[in-house]
């Protein structure tokens, strides 16, 4: 019998359900997973070294299921975008991960170019919930032009397109360029525009 994958709304809930839960964390011993603070995504066994990367990770969860808007989206959540995006109250990607590090208290920047200079760049053997992960779609153009929250070392959570919805993919692109791990001190300063 062939099975049909829950729909998007059902599996966010079931990670986050998952990461949060002290019998999932106790059931797969996380409390020996040190220095960092362990959360449980899907039935994996994650350590986040970063409270603000848990944080940022399931904000951007919670938006599973909000429309794309190019433009649209930035700290205080989903808004109306510009251009395409016009109309649409959403968020673009660079909107979604801002919102999704502000909750976590940290300020990024509003553009994938600012938030690829937001923090440290991080090995993809490295990556923990909340990195921030990015993609360079266009060669001829300097820097990234897509960016998503890291679930885990294999999945991210993004505003992909014009039609779609935030959601939950594969991690690993062909188009992938790098990871940052947005840092307190490095997002803050001159407002989250660094060079």
């Known amino acids: 019998m062939k099975r049909t994958p829950p ?3 059902v599996l966010a809930l079931t990670i986050l359900g998952a990461m949060y839960s002290a019998p999932a964390l106790a059931a797969h011993r996380c409390g020996a997973h040190s220095p ?3 959360r449980m995504v899907g039935e994996t066994a994650v350590t986040a070294r970063s409270p603000a990367g848990a944080i940022a990770v399931r904000a ?6 909000v429309p794309y808007s190019w433009g649209g989206g930035g700290v205080h959540g989903p808004g109306y975008g510009v ?3 016009a109309g649409i109250r959403g968020f673009d990607c660079s909107g979604l991960t801002e919102y999704a590090w502000a909750r976590a208290g940290v300020r990024i920047g509003t553009t994938t170019s600012e938030q690829w200079r937001s923090g440290v760049r991080v090995a993809r053997e490295d990556v923990q919930p909340g990195d921030l992960v990015f993609y360079d779609s266009d060669r001829s153009s300097s820097g990234p032009e897509h960016v998503a929250v890291a679930v885990d070392a294999t999945r991210m959570v993004h505003a992909p397109y014009t039609g779609a919805l935030v959601r939950i993919d594969p991690l690993d692109r062909r188009t ?3 990871i940052v791990r947005p840092s307190e001190s490095a997002a803050n300063v001159a407002g989250g525009k660094r060079a």
């Open 36 to 38: 960092g603070h362990c």
């Open 7 to 9: 729909p998007p709304t």
């Open 60 to 65: 951007a969860i919670e938006m599973i299921g």
């Open 176 to 178: 992938f360029l790098g």
């Open 83 to 85: 251009g395409r995006g």
